[in-house]
């Protein structure tokens, strides 16, 4: 009987054979598709995202994404969405769209991270940065002035970070009231028809109204990628775009926009540079193979200029890294950081030479 109970019948070892076949389809690992991360534009906001005369999305904003997708090797898209979908104002309050909280795309392109914002979600490290300014109509027949909101009735975008509690934490105070326009068209009737003083926004330039000359901080840290605050985003972002920043890419990148695609809105280019950010290399673990360049911008008092040939490129330092004035002697006055932080290093070599 143990001898017949030792054989393995035919069918039997079929059955031990599907058995093995089963188990084998259950624990073959099946093709996972790679994320495609979706960045949310406007696609009204020339040079960096807008649909030209030909209907095509591009921009600025489009070839950085692109950009630092590749030095990541993620897969990325970018789609058109209206404002609401990312911001809006609520009874004089910053939500977050729905588009955004509900998960049709991953991140809402360029937008400026402020107080009220950090409250809600989350951003990348600055792209670039940003100012605030008041607009009235052409030669201020209303006689606006910054310094008395408090009988002023001024318009802000739906979702803005250029609002009334802005207003009161750089020292304005609150205005008389307070006005939310869907979009620049609205805001500009409220001033055409005298409904409004002011437009409190971003933008530094119009053709047809007069921006003040006062400008203004809003933000905490500049124009960014904004997303919830459980995205792993900002984990590959951050240092692909720093990556791709330090290159030198970014900056010849920004120095083609206004020729690529027409005139600047108000955003800067360059992203800011705090004197206590901790990604870049200490400065005196530069210095024995840098070359250096000590120069005053508009953007910083001083800067030193520092070009690696063992990492390939340039990148700076503000005063506070170092003794001012034991560089006075090697200074050179230039009048724009962009233009020498792009330079080669031929051309680098020959402006120190």
Not at 202 to 215: A, H
Request: proline letters at 5%; one cysteine or more; a neutral charge.
């Amino acid at each position: 009987m143990a001898e017949v109970n030792r054989r393995s019948s035919p069918l039997r070892k079929m059955n031990v054979l599907g058995l093995l076949c089963v188990c084998g389809l259950v624990i073959l690992p099946t093709p996972v598709q790679a994320k495609t991360w979706v960045f949310a534009v406007g696609g009204n906001r020339r040079p960096w995202n807008f649909i030209g005369d030909d209907g095509v999305l591009k921009g600025a904003d489009l070839d950085l994404i692109q950009a630092v997708c590749d030095v990541a090797n993620q897969k990325c898209a970018t789609t058109v969405v209206p404002t609401e979908a990312c911001v809006q104002t609520v009874r004089g309050r910053f939500y977050p769209g729905e588009g955004l909280m509900a998960g049709w795309f991953d991140a809402c392109t360029s937008y400026v991270s402020s107080i009220d914002r950090v409250n809600a979600l989350q951003f990348t490290d600055p792209i670039r940065t940003t100012t605030s300014t008041f607009t009235v109509l052409q030669g201020n027949p209303k006689n606006f002035d910054p310094l008395n909101l408090q009988n002023a009735v001024i318009v802000h975008l739906n979702g803005a970070f250029t609002n009334e509690q802005c207003t009161i934490r750089i020292g304005l105070g609150r205005p008389k009231a307070v006005l939310v326009a869907a979009g620049i068209a609205e805001a500009k009737e409220l001033l055409l028809n005298r409904t409004a003083d002011a437009l409190f926004s971003p933008r530094t330039t119009f053709n047809d109204l007069e921006v003040l000359p006062g400008r203004y901080r809003c933000d905490v840290s500049g124009v960014g990628m904004m997303v919830k605050k459980d995205s792993e985003l900002p984990v590959w972002w951050n240092p692909a775009f720093q990556k791709y920043y330090m290159s030198g890419r970014y900056n010849d990148a920004c120095d083609q926009i206004n020729q690529k695609y027409g005139v600047d809105d108000g955003d800067t280019c360059h992203p800011i540079k705090s004197s206590a950010d901790t990604r870049s290399p200490p400065l005196s673990l530069l210095l024995s193979s840098a070359s250096l360049l000590l120069f005053s911008t508009q953007f910083y008092n001083w800067l030193v200029v520092i070009y690696l040939p063992d990492f390939q490129y340039i990148t700076a330092y503000q005063d506070q890294h170092l003794n001012k004035e034991l560089w006075e002697p090697e200074v050179l006055q230039f009048g724009n950081a962009k233009t020498v932080l792009s330079y080669s290093l031929h051309k680098f070599r020959r402006l120190i030479m």
